[in-house]
């Protein structure tokens, strides 16, 4: 057992490092020159563009129509990052080296501490959930392995029950939007590479990478935004802070990894990248660094649509507020900067960009006209907006109160700043996310409200690094004597209660979540033991349904089946019944709750359901009264029960 | 502090941390978390035999089991049996002596806490 454990570790470790790090290094050193970008930047932004080449390269194959094997996904990217090399070994002269960024004993001691802290609050607590039993980690699951399995994109679809006319029947395959070709080919790469199963550790640990590596993004992120400043160390080792141990636990952060919230958290990691080209562009003036913005924005909106529209949104804001608090400079740069934007590299990517949508892979929701229903008028319910008190208890109070801080001092300082477009940038991320989340209908987006503004962490965690920092070095910096030995007390004592303040503001918010116990590794693995004897006795024309109110790790059970997203039928949340919007059958929800019922009989006969799966604590005891059912599985949690007629 | 120190601090931290919790997944798999559980079914759910299994993912190892009728007054055939933790113990047995045409019970129980389950057919 130890011998097959370490040769799996083995084989993961190596997996990732080949899709997730090797070559989106070697092809940023391709392009650009080694003294570019420190070692910790050329690490950081590596490994995102490594995510996007993976899944670029997937996509390829898969459009020439090579089966999506471990050979040709190895042999593709090991070629792509070989080619890379040796392009970047062409490309160095004499001693080049990576730009220099060094920091103290104190403040490299200080990172360290920080990204430990972090990872090791947001390990405690996934201690029980790196087990995978919830739901979203489920159906992102089961597409990715119709991937693994049929070597090929699948079309996502789905079968749902019909009612029409007094019959019940399962409908034709019809296309779904919900799934984002990146948040799939994420995990079918690490699977069909590694050769480790998707039950198992590997899916959890995966994102808890991911979501490790967005905040070291935010971190370099925070240190090229601020890169005139003579604290932007400073600066970005606090937004460390604030987006690290603190809320740690909270969404978007270890409560995600757990939820297996994929695309949200893949793009959170995409963002800062793709905010750090950007603003690396507008500081100095290299095709490179435009081409690298467009490209990680095209990766973004083949991970996650909503974080790609959130990103547009925040984008839009920016050029809007560039307009209006540099109208000069602006208008100036953009035509200083239009023979770049209009350079063959550039235009180059766009005609890439549209034959790559066009011809190699459409993603679902521009196909399925998705993006029709999130524009217009609020609809939903969970979309109308959120207070300022349910705002504030998304992100925490720490992050709002500084996060509001550092939005005033950065509106103050625009004008006068030589980090104005940093500062533009960082106040449009979270203004337009502000916006979007607690005033859809001024923007008539309707996008979940919650969700949205969960985004916000990452620039309030930035702004209220800076908000801290401005405070202080106005207050130490002052030319009298007096009003410095004054300030100096003064914000001394103020500084140890604001950062008391804050660690207890955010260690208690994590200890709260610690505190519980939400994850039951005993249960998923008595729904996987079910699943797994329940696939092994059913034939093909055997219909299963069961239960996702009460069975822990249900979206798991089609992970054993593999027949359709939307096998086996399945009772749903009781309100999705009654809201007019996503259920229009009752057969999934009548079989469970009543199966005694003259209704409940027509619809185990029209659709052909002949074995049940339920929870044996809440919904055994309308099965075992009724003579047709047989009851030929128990363990602790669940039974399953065959019909005879 | 060079920056290759700090990547390399935290990349071992990182790769500590997960190797550890990929051993506590694969411990969860493979053996029994707080008190298990356990578990029986029949061989053949959809046939009339009567052949089932218990399968023990729990520490406790003793286990009972008889088939009765249904209102439980008669027994028709019973035993004990040593199930270790993670094994699956197949149980076959002739159906000969049990009467046809009607409910049949197998019920075992966990001679450590009592706990029992049950699993039916009717015999045609």
């Known amino acids: ?645 | 502090m060079s920056e290759k120190k700090i990547i390399i601090v935290i990349s071992v931290f990182v790769l500590v941390v997960f190797s550890a919790l990929s051993w506590r997944e694969m411990k969860f798999q493979t053996g029994t978390y707080r008190n298990g559980w356990w578990g029986i079914y029949f061989n053949d759910p959809k046939g009339s035999s009567l052949d089932f299994t218990i399968n023990n993912e729990s520490k406790p190892e003793k286990f009972s089991w008889k088939v009765t009728s249904q209102d439980g007054s008669t027994t028709f055939l019973q035993g004990t049996e040593n199930v270790s933790s993670g094994e699956k113990r197949e149980l076959s047995f002739s159906s000969q002596d049990i009467p046809q045409s009607q409910k049949i019970i197998i019920k075992v129980t966990n001679g450590s806490d009592g706990t029992e389950k049950d699993i039916y057919k009717t015999l045609p």
């Open chain 1, 1 to 645: 057992m130890m011998l097959s454990f370490i040769s799996q570790q083995f084989a993961f470790y190596l997996t990732l490092l080949l899709l997730f790090f090797l070559p989106g290094y070697f092809l940023l050193g391709a392009v650009f020159k080694k003294d570019s970008f420190s070692f910790f930047e050329h690490v950081i932004i590596g490994s995102g563009l490594s995510i996007i080449t993976t899944d670029f390269t997937i996509l390829v194959l898969d459009r020439a129509n090579i089966p999506l094997t471990r050979y040709s996904l190895a042999l593709s990217i090991l070629a792509i990052t070989a080619v890379a090399y040796f392009v970047s070994k062409k490309g160095q002269t004499g001693n080049s080296s990576f730009a220099k960024l060094n920091f103290t004993k104190k403040q490299g001691m200080l990172i360290i501490i920080l990204i430990c802290s972090t990872v090791f609050i947001k390990a405690y607590y996934l201690r029980n959930a790196v087990m995978p039993g919830t739901t979203d980690l489920g159906h992102h699951l089961y597409w990715s392995k119709v991937i693994a399995e049929t070597h090929h994109i699948p079309e996502y679809t789905q079968r749902d029950v019909i009612s029409r006319d007094e019959t019940n029947m399962i409908g034709a395959p019809k296309k779904i939007s919900d799934f984002i070709i990146g948040e799939q080919l994420f995990y079918s790469s690490v699977s069909i590479v590694s050769g480790i199963g998707f039950i198992s550790y590997f899916p959890v640990l995966a994102l808890f990478l991911v979501n490790t590596m967005s905040i070291l993004a935010l971190f370099i992120l925070a240190l090229e935004l601020f890169r005139n400043n003579p604290r932007r160390k400073s600066i970005a080792i606090l937004s460390l802070l604030f987006i690290g141990p603190l809320f740690s636990i909270d969404p978007p952060q270890a409560k995600f990894v757990a939820g297996g919230v994929t695309g949200n958290l893949i793009a959170n990691f995409l963002v800062p990248l793709t905010l750090y080209f950007y603003i690396r562009f507008f500081h100095e003036r290299t095709r490179g660094f435009l081409f690298f913005a467009l490209l990680f924005s095209m990766g973004l909106f083949y991970t996650h649509h909503l974080t790609g529209f959130m990103f547009l949104i925040s984008f839009a804001s920016f050029v809007i507020l560039s307009s209006v608090f540099n109208f000069k400079e602006f208008f100036a740069l953009i035509k200083d900067k239009s023979k770049l934007l209009l350079s063959p590299q550039i235009i180059g990517f766009f005609v890439f960009a549209l034959i790559f949508v066009a011809a190699i892979y459409t993603p679902s929701y521009l196909t399925n006209k998705a993006v029709t229903t999130v524009v217009g008028a609020v609809s939903k319910a969970g979309h109308g907006g959120l207070t300022l008190n349910q705002f504030r208890d998304t992100l925490g109070e720490t992050r709002i109160v500084w996060g509001m801080m550092g939005l005033l001092f950065a509106i103050f300082l625009i004008r006068k700043s030589a980090e104005k477009f940093s500062l533009i940038m960082v106040s449009a991320w979270a203004g337009a996310i502000f916006l979007v989340s607690m005033f859809p209908d001024i923007v008539k987006i309707d996008l979940p409200s919650g969700r949205a503004a969960n985004y916000a962490s990452y620039p309030l965690s930035i702004l209220s690094a800076f908000a801290i920092v401005t405070l202080a070095a106005k207050s130490f910096c002052s030319k009298n004597a007096v009003i410095q030995k004054t300030s100096s007390r003064f914000f001394l004592g103020a500084f140890v209660l604001l950062v008391s303040f804050i660690m207890i503001n955010g260690v208690s918010d994590n200890v709260g979540y610690l505190m519980k116990d939400n994850f039951y590794p005993d249960k998923i693995q008595e729904t996987y033991a079910a699943s797994s004897y329940l696939s092994s006795k059913m034939s093909g024309q055997d219909i299963l349904a069961d239960d996702h109110i009460y069975i822990t790790a249900d979206s798991f059970v089609k992970l054993f089946f593999m027949r359709d997203y939307n096998f086996p039928l399945y009772r749903a949340n009781l309100e999705r019944y009654t809201n007019n919007v996503d259920k229009d059958e009752f057969c999934t929800l009548w079989m469970i709750s009543g199966p005694e019922t003259p209704d409940s009989e027509k619809c185990f006969r029209d659709l052909g359901v002949n074995f049940v799966l339920v929870n044996g604590k809440t919904d055994a005891a309308q099965f075992e009264k009724l003579g047709n059912f047989q009851k030929v599985y128990s363990n602790n949690e669940l039974n399953a029960y065959y019909r005879t007629n």
